[in-house]
């Protein structure tokens, strides 16, 4: 635990003695939810498409950007961390400490995910107080385990981006080429059921695509576990697949840097 306090302290401070950029990154989410908002207005509350989730299309799309941030942190929190250690020199310093790799990987994308979560909820923050955004009868123990399931399946993901990153030394335009494909067909802006058949298909490939949907239920429509568990199931089964795939790409990247004395390369 102190070790992951150590890393969160450290990268806290980094992100505060930016200020501008910490002051426009919230501004954003002021801008991005009364933006959706009065889209919302355009479009009516009475859209056949959001009828499973109760056809208002400001709380599907609120739902949508406030936790897709996650599957962002998770894509690219790693790579950048991995990215900003080896351009400051101290990522082979951090190897050789008697820290786990997991440990390393973990507590070098807490600041991340926490600034994540507190967007989240200034968004939702924003929609309750502000904009009249309602959760009525929301499973809310739904929700987290739909949630953490995500988290663990995006930062799966994350990590073996991270990996293709240290032995290539360049990843950004793979991960940007994804992030931009979930952004699509991954059900947040607009249903995943209006794309045509062969983006559906595409979709279900994604995690994002079930987290989605599950977040959606859970809050909007106050769903059950029944009705819970193909998304849950989904999510459960990338999070089986990809992470230990993605701890074994991690661990066989560093090992092939540290072989080519290249693991402080960039």
Request: charged fraction near 10%; hydrophobic fraction near 55%.
């Amino acid at each position: 635990m102190p070790l992951f306090w150590s890393f969160f302290v450290r990268d806290y401070r980094t992100e505060i003695s930016y200020r501008l950029s910490f002051l426009l990154s919230v501004t954003g989410v002021f801008i991005s939810t009364f933006s959706y908002y009065f889209m919302s207005l355009l479009f009516g509350d009475d859209i056949p498409a959001l009828a499973p989730y109760g056809g208002d299309y400001f709380s599907f799309v609120i739902i949508g950007i406030a936790f897709g941030g996650y599957f962002g942190v998770g894509l690219n929190g790693f790579s950048r961390a991995i990215r900003q250690a080896q351009t400051t020199g101290t990522l082979e310093a951090m190897l050789m400490t008697p820290a786990s790799l997991s440990s390393i990987i973990i507590g070098s994308s807490l600041w991340s995910y926490a600034f994540s979560t507190f967007r989240v909820f200034l968004y939702l923050a924003l929609g309750t107080l502000v904009l009249g955004l309602r959760f009525e009868n929301a499973n809310y123990l739904g929700a987290v385990v739909s949630l953490l399931l995500s988290v663990v399946a995006f930062a799966s993901l994350g990590i073996i981006a991270a990996s293709v990153i240290m032995v290539i030394k360049r990843g950004d335009p793979v991960t940007g080429l994804f992030s931009s494909l979930a952004m699509l067909v991954g059900g947040v802006l607009f249903p995943v059921e209006i794309l045509p058949p062969w983006l559906q298909f595409i979709a279900a490939l994604l995690p994002i695509t079930y987290a989605m949907e599950a977040m959606r239920l859970s809050l909007l429509t106050g769903a059950e576990w029944a009705e819970l568990w193909p998304q849950i199931l989904a999510l459960l089964i990338f999070c089986l697949v990809l992470g230990p795939i993605s701890l074994f790409s991690f661990r066989y990247a560093v090992r092939r840097a540290r072989a080519e004395g290249t693991l402080a390369h960039y």
